[in-house]
Antibody, heavy 117, light 111 residues
Framework: EVQLVESGGTLIQPGGSLTLSCAAS????????MSWIRQAPGKGLEWVSI???????FYATSVLGRFTISRDNSRNTLYLQMNSLTAEDTALYYC???????????WGQGTLVTVSS | DVLMTQSPLSLPVTLGQPASISCRSS???????????LSWFQQRPGQSPRRLIY???TRDSGVPDRFSGSGSGTDFTLKISRVEAEDVGIYYC????????FGPGTKVDIK
């Protein structure tokens, strides 16, 4: 069974840094397209970043230069390093899997990041 | 980025009756490989989204056949043939032909 379990979300001050983790089971993260999608409170969905099977990475313009997606194959875990956080980054962050690029076939339950002083 | 719009944004429906959601993109979603990478997601209250349909009309495993998708280019539609109580939620279209973007969502509830 495919499972994605996010962790690391918390309340953090503007300008701070945070790393989210996504522990995967039921498949290997290196064999799929792995992404982070976020949903601000009461708002819609925004694709944040994607990591291809060949290690290429892509980012939304809103986070380019501040966020870094990575994975640890030995831990079968996906990460999202977030720097220079602002209130606009406040959201529920979902770890998602795609069997093809730019798509999603499984979602995690999400981890909440709140940026506030 | 490709702008996705949906209509209506709110859809009160009667149980057992059909429902239809329109999704339009600011650019054609026809990929160089000939596919339209348009998906539909359902987000029930308090839950993570779940994909229902991908590549316009292919239903995911376990999705009831009362859900169907159609369209091409810039105009797409999700239809529910007979709405059931478990269909309440927000429905999002998403394009993956370019950098992925979602529509604003259509809230479906029971009259």
């Amino acid at each position: 069974e495919v499972q994605l379990v996010e962790s690391g979300g918390t309340l953090i001050q503007p300008g701070g840094s945070l790393t989210l983790s996504c522990a995967a089971s039921g498949f290997t993260v290196s064999s799929k397209y792995m992404s982070w999608i976020r949903q601000a409170p009461g708002k819609g969905l925004e694709w944040v970043s994607i990591m291809y099977r060949d290690d290429r990475t892509f980012y939304a313009t809103s986070v380019l230069g501040r966020f870094t997606i990575s994975r640890d194959n030995s831990r079968n875990t996906l990460y999202l390093q977030m720097n220079s956080l602002t209130a606009e980054d406040t959201a529920l962050y979902y770890c998602v899997r795609g069997e093809m690029a730019n798509n999603v076939d499984h979602w995690g339950q999400g981890t909440l990041v709140t940026v506030s002083s | 980025d490709v702008l996705m719009t949906q209509s209506p944004l709110s859809l009160p429906v009667t149980l057992g009756q059909p429902a239809s959601i329109s999704c339009r993109s600011s650019q054609s979603l026809v990929h160089s490989d000939g596919n339209n990478y348009l998906s539909w997601f359902q987000q029930r209250p308090g839950q993570s989204p779940r994909r229902l349909i991908y590549k316009v009309s292919t239903r995911d495993s376990g999705v009831p056949d009362r859900f169907s998708g159609s369209g091409s280019g810039t105009d797409f539609t999700l239809k529910i043939s007979r709405v059931e109580a478990e269909d309440v939620g927000i429905y999002y279209c998403m394009q993956g032909t370019y950098w992925p973007t979602f529509g604003p969502g259509t809230k479906v509830d029971i009259k």
